[in-house]
């Protein structure tokens, strides 16, 4: 079973405000779960959402002159 995490958890992983999770959620950008009225965001979802955006580097090769 997942960890659900609060928005303030969240923010935490993410290193940022609570304002972003919260528009993440509203925007429908990741996975939640309602328990009553408050929301929690399962581990696994945050992890998805840092991989789906992780930016990697470019590894460029030098073209060699002939």
């Known amino acids: ?3 659900l995490l609060d928005v303030q958890e969240v923010a935490e992983v993410l290193g940022t405000g609570v304002r972003f999770p919260r528009r993440l959620i509203e925007e429908r950008r990741i996975t939640f779960v309602k328990v009553g009225r408050h929301v929690r965001i ?3 979802a945050v992890d998805e959402y ?4 992780t930016v ?3 590894v460029r090769r030098l073209r060699t002159v002939a």
Request: a positive charge; proline letters at 8%.
């Open 1 to 3: 079973m997942d960890r």
């Open 42 to 44: 399962p581990q696994s």
């Open 50 to 53: 840092i991989a789906a955006n």
């Open 56 to 58: 990697h580097r470019v």
